[in-house]
């Protein structure tokens, strides 16, 4: 009789676990989590790990909300977007089931990554150690932005793969990043330009635009004036201007010698701002998706300089990097809860 009734629990606890599942949830395997990411341009990929996990390798475009932190998973919950599905993974699958269970039950559509990163290893797809954010265009072209230190980026536009101010100084191993369809150089300093980097990201047809000093140094690049456009297929580069306008600082970026760049793929306009202040030319600026923003004076912008600069042409989402140990919070907060403009805060120390 006990036995029978023991049985009876475990079967009614059994039959719990079963109805514990949200309807909004899908469990899929690591593949096809990777097909479902990849595919979905409006798709939001959270990593439920901790911090120092996801430091030691995550899935590229992951966003990290740790589930073991309760109250800062719900409160960045509630600013995510319920009409995006939501893609979750943990170590090993429990974390993310409980994540996923929780965000279905907030009025989320979610897609759980069966087994974990670990199941995603072993079946050797691949993980990265730097922060990237995934973009589409408006024909569904992928963009994906890695950020690397400092002033230094890769975007991947479409397959064709862009490095911006390849440095070595931050210790960036470029052996295991990908060869450069085109190097971009904003300036000769040597937190921007590093001759053995460009060679180490270099292959055969890679094209390396900079401005004139650099030309000059490098013997390689090919010099843009400001203004001036480059045609590379779907892709397109625009050099901008870049200099110092606050009193005593002008010799840092004296005016007429530096570049910034916009990148047009398709319909999505990437601004990477180089060495630079609020300058007049900012507010010609038009309809640009993404920014990024220096901010570290006396070389750069204060913050309350990259609040202005941003009110001048109005990006849809803002990076701040070059930004060192510069204090970012007044910019988040004075954006905060503005729908026009994003502040996106990486790991660009």
């Known amino acids: ?72 998973f719900k409160k960045e919950a509630e600013n995510l977007d319920k009409t995006k599905t939501v893609y979750v993974y943990c170590r090993s699958g429990r ?3 409980s994540a996923a269970n929780y965000l279905a039950d907030q009025g989320f559509k979610v897609v759980d ?18 922060d990237s ?14 950020f690397i230190k400092h002033g230094t980026l890769m975007i991947d536009a479409g397959g064709y793969c862009v490095h911006i101010d390849p440095v070595l100084m931050f210790g960036t191993d470029y ?21 053995t980097a460009v060679e180490q990201v270099w292959k055969d047809g890679t094209v390396f635009l900079s401005n004139g000093k650099v030309a000059e140094l490098s013997k390689k690049s090919e010099a843009m004036k400001v203004g001036e456009t480059k045609q590379f297929g779907a892709l397109s580069i625009t050099a901008a201007a870049a200099y110092n306008i606050s009193p005593g600082h002008e010799k840092f970026h004296p005016k ?48 309350a300089q990259c609040i202005k600069a941003i009110e001048m042409f109005s990006p849809k989402i803002v990076y701040p990097y070059h930004y060192g140990e510069t204090d970012l919070k007044p910019i988040v907060e004075h954006f905060k809860g503005k729908k026009d403009i994003e502040v996106r805060i990486r790991r660009l120390e």
């Open 95 to 97: 974390r993310s089931n």
């Open 175 to 195: 052996s295991k990043l990908p060869k450069a369809d085109l190097v971009l150089v904003t300036h000769e300093h040597g937190d921007h330009f590093d001759k």
């Open 113 to 130: 990554m069966k087994g974990g990163i670990m199941a995603w290893k072993a079946s050797g797809l691949p993980t990265t150690v730097l």
């Open 1 to 72: 009789m006990k036995l029978i009734k023991l049985l009876s629990i475990l079967m009614g606890t059994l039959c719990v676990g079963c109805n514990a599942q949200n309807p909004n949830v899908t469990v899929v395997t690591p593949s096809d989590f990777k097909t479902a990411v990849e595919t979905d341009a409006n798709g939001i990929l959270l990593d439920v790990r901790k911090p120092d996990e996801f430091a030691e390798g995550h899935l590229k475009g992951a966003k990290l909300i740790n589930w073991l932190d309760g109250d800062s």
């Open 256 to 303: 007429g010698r530096d570049v910034g760049f916009i990148l047009d793929i398709d319909d999505l306009r990437i601004y990477v701002a180089g060495d630079t202040e609020e300058i007049s030319e900012l507010a010609e600026l038009k309809d640009v998706d993404i920014a990024f923003l220096p901010v570290n004076q006396p070389y750069t912008m204060t913050a």
């Open 133 to 146: 954010d995934i973009f589409f265009t408006g024909k569904g072209k992928r963009v994906e932005i890695t």
